[in-house]
């Protein structure tokens, strides 16, 4: 039963009896829960439109109603209040329980899409570090609210392993004497681990900074990598190998998984056709030597006119033309994410690719955006967003680096998180295994990043994410860890499910209503949450919920009631508790301990 729909079509009736139109009607939850649960203000914009006061028109409107769920009541001087029935709030709860999916209801058929969503965007050979965070948290949580309201997703984490990165790599691993077996088959190669790769990487990074020559090598040998040239690719492949290993066990700490692990690279074989399309289509010119196509529209890249003849040409609005290849013929990152466009297009045909990457690249994507509209690789009817994130600061506002002010790599924060966690644990006189500090330290770093909006900035304080009192990941679990043991004392664990429980919840005082509206509160800001592209409307909802409960819980004896039915609708309700936070949590994609 959808309250809030019912409450509409009665509101809808009545303003269609009166004359009125029915785009004026509004209903919001009440924010005076003693007094109401619903509140529709309409009377007031009416009675401005028709020149009637508002209370003549409240009470027409209320005159008109026709439901029997909820009570109706007028307040000062325009309000009309609804107050639902205990017995509705039962069946609402009570339906919920019995269904898998407690009641949340899909999108209409016609609204569900089939969607490509790139998050993660790891780079083989580079170290993952805090600008790789937000991107598979946000994603995965997305792509599991997406996939929770019925559309069908299918998530690649588009890996960086087609760049520059490559061909550093390799020269220097050259250099250091860790490849010659593969140029000279009398030599022998020296093991390459990961630990290699994270020394010998930032080494090239800052050497070619400093040394042209070594820098033109990594071009060349990128170059070789992007012909599959052997021995180059051999060494790539292993490379990438090793790499993608350690990827995918950080990722899955953080609970996140993809059904794709293409590349830069996958697509590597569709750039010479797609580079022709635009060919064909006149679309390029050459700049420089590169193969470049504009995409500027009326009004942008206006050239300004410049004070001396050796000054950098500015631009106004400016929207600098798309690199296709570079002037050695080399793949560029907007050559790749193009042709990757065309790959998911003729793999998947979705209607809908979205993207999860830093907001500083909001240039490149609407860059390779317009460019795939202008060569009819991407039809128009196909939906490509950018969603862009914002950048983890310290507690200090500026860019979270370690101490000594480096980037700080993902391994060391996920290392953070959980001693963070270990030691509110501790604190706490709970003792902990591993796993249940990496469980904690997930739930709080994730919630405490989800419960923003992703294109803001947000501050990383562990020790404040990581509490348990207040708006933090750690109270949702803490909250679900209770009803656990609660539900265990009970014994009725396992006799309670989903159809035994059924009808056994009957409403009967303000904290549990206030339960009741809350859930459904939660189950609404699912789609508000689709709706924003964001989870935060679900993590508020979630901890308002988690409150709500908690209030309860702690204003009520549970096993000591004597009533078997009370103590029975108590328990029930508290089942029915855990599994909408358990819903929820796994959207957010942390878990819930058994206890804590
Ligand atoms: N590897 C990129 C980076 O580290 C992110 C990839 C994002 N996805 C994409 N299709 N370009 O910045």
């Not at 052997?230 to 996140?256: F, G, H, M």
Request: aromatic share 10%.
């Amino acid at each position: 039963m959808n309250i809030k729909k019912i409450l509409v079509q009665s509101l809808e009736e009545s303003f269609l009896h009166l004359g009125y139109s029915i785009d004026d009607i509004t209903l919001n939850f009440s924010n005076k829960p003693e007094i109401a649960d619903f509140q529709c203000n309409s009377a007031f914009a009416l009675a401005k439109k028709h020149g009637a006061s508002p209370e003549v028109v409240a009470t027409s409107i209320m005159a008109n109603l026709k439901q029997d769920i909820a009570e109706v009541s007028f307040a000062k001087p325009g309000f009309i209040n609804f107050k639902i029935k205990d017995k509705i709030l039962s069946e609402v709860l009570n339906s919920a329980i019995a269904d898998v999916k407690l009641g949340l209801e899909e999108l209409p058929d016609e609204e569900k899409l089939k969607v490509v969503m790139d998050y993660g965007g790891a780079n083989v050979a580079k170290e993952l570090h805090i600008g790789h965070l937000r991107s598979p948290v946000i994603g995965e949580s997305l792509a599991r609210l997406y996939k929770i309201l019925g559309n069908e997703v299918i998530t690649d984490t588009h890996l960086g392993d087609w760049g520059l990165q490559m061909g550093l790599t390799i020269a220097q691993l050259q250099d250091d004497g860790y490849v010659d077996g593969y140029f000279d088959k009398s030599k022998k190669n020296k093991e390459i681990t990961l630990d290699t790769l994270n020394e010998e990487y930032p080494k090239a990074s800052k050497r070619k900074c400093e040394d042209e020559e070594f820098k033109k090598k990594a071009e060349i040998y990128t170059k070789f990598v992007q012909d599959k040239k052997d021995p180059y690719w051999q060494i790539y492949e292993t490379i990438r190998n090793i790499s993608v290993e350690r990827i995918k066990a950080n990722y899955e700490k953080l609970n996140c998984f993809f059904d794709l692990w293409y590349g830069e690279s996958t697509s590597a074989g569709l750039v010479e056709p797609v580079v022709q399309m635009f060919i064909d289509q006149g679309l390029t010119r050459t700049h420089e030597g590169a193969l470049v196509v504009d995409v500027a529209r009326e009004g942008e890249n206006i050239p300004i006119e410049k004070k001396n003849p050796d000054d950098t040409q500015m631009y106004k609005n400016p929207m600098p033309p798309v690199y296709l290849k570079k002037s050695n013929g080399a793949d560029v990152y907007d050559t790749t994410d193009i042709a990757t466009i065309y790959q998911r297009n003729r793999d998947f045909n979705p209607d809908k690719i979205m993207y999860v990457v830093d907001k500083r690249q909001a240039v490149h994507f609407e860059h390779c955006f317009r460019a795939v509209k202008m060569a009819g690789i991407s039809p128009e009817s196909q939906e490509l967003q950018f969603v862009g994130y914002g950048t983890i600061n310290g507690t200090d506002g500026k860019p979270f680096k370690t101490r000594s002010g480096d980037t700080i790599k993902l391994e060391d924060i996920i290392n953070l998180i959980c001693s963070g966690a270990e030691k509110k644990l501790s604190n706490n006189g709970i003792s902990e295994t591993e796993n249940l500090a990496l469980d904690i330290g997930v739930a709080a770093m994730k919630f405490g990043d989800l419960s923003n909006d992703p294109f803001k900035d947000y501050v990383f304080d562990i020790d404040k994410f990581a509490s348990f009192e207040g708006k933090t990941g750690p109270y949702i679990q803490y909250t679900g860890a209770r009803i656990n043991s609660l539900l265990k004392k009970a014994k009725l664990t396992d006799k309670l499910d989903y159809l035994e429980a059924l009808k056994l919840i009957s409403i009967a005082d303000q904290n549990q209503r206030n339960i009741a509206i809350n859930f459904i509160k939660l189950q609404e800001s699912y789609l508000t949450s689709y709706k924003n592209t964001s989870l935060s409307p679900l993590c508020n909802s979630l901890y308002d919920f988690a409150s709500s409960y908690s209030k309860f819980y702690n204003d009520t004896r549970i096993l000591t009631e004597q009533d078997e039915a009370k103590k029975n609708s108590y328990l029930a309700l508290s089942l029915l508790v855990l599994k909408a936070i358990k819903q929820a949590s796994d959207v957010l994609a942390f878990v819930i301990p058994e206890k804590m």
